[in-house]
T-cell receptor, first 111, second 111 residues
Framework: KAGVTQTPRYLIKTRGQQVTLSCSPI?????VSWYQQTPGQGLQFLFE???????NKGNFPGRFSGRQFSNSRSEMNVSTLELGDSALYLC??????????FGPGTRLTVL | QQPVQSPQAVILREGEDAVINCSSS?????VHWYRQKHGEAPVFLMI?????EQKGHEKISASFNEKKQQSSLYLTASQLSYSGTYFC????????????FGQGTTLQVKP
């Protein structure tokens, strides 16, 4: 089975712009979770989608949003980018209430 | 709340054993262990569920004390490939799509 894929792998944006990141889960996995990883804050949960519905949400501002499509692919969007949004964004897929498998991540740099 | 991992860092020689602990102040449904190498995505190692079920790699073992809300990861006869940062992720309910991760434990195995 193919693993979790994320696109793009690297992204450079400037403050105030918006960005959309994409995640394709492992075939058959219906849950997709998003995490932000930074050296200072570590791995932080953003949100989880299951069957096109947001099932869990972390403590991030409303500038961070996401969605899931009927084929379980998911996107996350960050609007009005800030310097502090520079991070590795990881998505993970899971069959259901089980172990999560991470994708390679998208490295976002905000200048 | 974020689980607390100890130790923060450990250096071993090949063949030595190590124990990494993860402690939470909240009731836990499951504990998930991951290893991340520099520049790579976290790799799933093991999941421990309330009630005693475990799933993971053969060469790595772990324990989960539900009453104390603690888990320990046991690395025996360490190999160079064990080097990396180990994270525990905790879920407070049967919905494991939202994991709260500890700050990580850096393990370095030397020849």
């Amino acid at each position: 089975k193919a693993g979790v894929t994320q696109t793009p792998r690297y992204l450079i944006k400037t403050r105030g712009q918006q960005v959309t990141l994409s995640c394709s889960p492992i075939s058959g996995h219906r849950s997709v979770s998003w995490y932000q990883q930074t050296p200072g804050q570590g791995l932080q949960f953003l949100f989880e989608y299951f069957s096109e519905t947001q099932r869990n949400k972390g403590n991030f501002p409303g500038r961070f949003s996401g969605r899931q499509f009927s084929n379980s692919r998911s996107e996350m969007n960050v609007s009005t980018l800030e310097l502090g949004d520079s991070a590795l964004y990881l998505c993970a897929s899971s069959p259901t209430n089980n172990e999560q498998f991470f994708g390679p991540g998208t490295r976002l740099t905000v200048l | 709340q974020q689980p607390v991992q100890s130790p923060q860092a450990v250096i071993l020689r090949e063949g030595e054993d190590a124990v990494i602990n993860c402690s939470s102040s909240k009731a836990l449904y499951s504990v998930h262990w991951y290893r991340q190498k520099h520049g790579e995505a976290p790799v799933f190692l093991m999941i421990l569920l309330k009630g005693g079920e475990q799933k993971g790699h053969e060469k790595i073992s772990a324990s989960f004390n539900e009453k104390k809300q603690q888990s320990s990861l046991y690395l025996t006869a360490s190999q160079l490939s064990y080097s990396g940062t180990y994270f525990c992720g905790t879920a407070g309910s049967g919905n494991t799509g939202k994991l709260i991760f500890g700050q990580g434990t850096t393990l370095q195995v030397k020849p």
